[in-house]
T-cell receptor, first 112, second 111 residues
Framework: DGGITQSPKYLFRKEGQNVTLSCEQN?????MYWYRQDPGQGLRLIYY???????QKGDIAEGYSVSREKKESFPLTVTSAQKNPTAFYLC???????????FGPGTRLLVL | AQRVTQPEKLLSVFKGAPVELKCNYS??????LFWYVQYSRQRLQLLLR??SRESIKGFTADLNKGETSFHLKKPFAQEEDSAMYYC?????????????FGQGTILTVHP
């Protein structure tokens, strides 16, 4: 493994708290993505970025924010506005916007 | 809008039996389709993509534009094939860069 790393593996959030999930890739990929995985619902796209300093909302962006200041990094912040944040979060990257995506190991977010 | 449907949440077969995981899609243009697999305690990984027309681990998938399907098939299932399988679609135009996943099918291959 390697290529795409996510940290931490587990993250606990208190009510009203913002938390940030890290995603780093050393594949020199242009595009990066954040998904949320819930049982029985597959993967749902939160945000994606096709190039540095640019990103677009996915299907479930409310309560989340991202930044893409560096090509290799695409952190996701889960804000207090996200009322149901407990889920498994997956980061992915692809060489181009329409290429096959490669996934990180994931971060499981739990609410205290 | 683009949509991917995997009608079976669970699929069980015996070792050596043929297996088919169904995937249907809805998209107005020419899609690019993928199958991803997630084995226990491993990260989600690409299994195959339709443009490659290749067989990976004995699996094949054919894009049927008339039926808007991209079913995954293997003639003889193995126990190590047990995993979660996701079908995914990448569109163009307004959907450029977005990958839409189906809900997934858990395949269990019994000895």
């Amino acid at each position: 493994d390697g290529g795409i790393t996510q940290s931490p593996k587990y993250l606990f959030r208190k009510e009203g708290q913002n938390v940030t999930l890290s995603c780093e890739q050393n594949l020199n990929h242009d595009a990066m993505y954040w998904y949320r995985q819930d049982p029985g619902q597959g993967l749902r796209l939160i945000y994606y970025s096709q190039i540095v300093n640019d990103f677009q909302k996915g299907d479930i962006a409310e309560g989340y924010s991202v930044s893409r200041e560096k090509k290799e990094s695409f952190p996701l912040t889960v804000t207090s506005a996200q009322k149901n944040p407990t889920a498994f979060y997956l980061c992915a990257s692809s060489l181009t916007a329409i290429g096959a995506q490669y996934f990180g190991p994931g971060t499981r977010l739990l609410v205290l | 809008a683009q949509r991917v449907t995997q009608p079976e949440k669970l699929l069980s077969v015996f070792k050596g039996a043929p297996v088919e995981l169904k995937c249907n899609y809805s998209y107005s243009g020419s899609p690019e389709l993928f199958w991803y697999v997630q084995y226990s305690r491993q990260r989600l990984q690409l299994l195959l993509r339709h443009i490659s027309r290749e067989s990976i681990k004995g699996f094949t998938a054919d894009l049927n534009k008339g039926e808007t399907s991209f079913h995954l098939k293997k003639p003889f299932a193995q126990e190590e094939d047990s995993a979660m399988y996701y079908c995914a679609l990448s569109g163009r135009g307004t959907s450029y860069g977005k990958l839409t996943f189906g809900q997934g099918t858990i395949l269990t291959v019994h000895p």
